[in-house]
């Protein structure tokens, strides 16, 4: 079993970034495969990017790629993900979760942060 927590989001104008920090409690972080879910209001909860138990597979929604980067440290078992170049559009709730074997569905994901707000201005 695994505990996650979010931090990092905030407000912030358009074409900045934010690095989001997601961390776990516990000895097994290495052994799940660590996930990004967004959602915005009104709209479902939406895969944005994963990352495999060793860091070297990542894996990105369309929408985020090239802007966004996934990475992790199993010594600090926390993961993270760079947001740059932020759009109006990238406003939500960011939550990490964690899967022996997720992929870009959210039923593969067993465990889940509490979420942190992203808000971009415009």
């Known amino acids: 079993q695994v505990q996650l927590v979010e931090s990092g989001g905030g407000l912030v104008q358009a074409g900045s970034s934010l690095r989001l920090s997601c961390t776990a409690s516990?000895?097994?972080?290495?052994?799940?495969?660590i996930a990004w879910f967004r959602q915005a209001p009104g709209k479902e909860r939406e895969f944005v990017a994963r990352i495999s138990q060793s860091g070297a597979i990542p894996d990105y929604v369309e929408s985020v790629q090239g802007r966004f980067t996934i990475s992790r440290d199993n010594a600090k078992n926390t993961a993270y993900l760079q947001l740059n170049s932020l759009k109006p559009a990238d406003t939500a709730v960011y939550y990490c979760?964690?899967?022996?074997?997720?992929?870009?569905?959210?039923?593969?994901?067993?465990?889940w942060g509490q979420g942190t707000q992203v808000t971009i201005s415009s």
């Open positions: 979760a964690a899967s022996l074997w997720g992929t870009v569905q959210r039923n593969d994901y067993h465990y």
């Open positions: 516990g000895r097994t972080f290495a052994t799940y495969r």
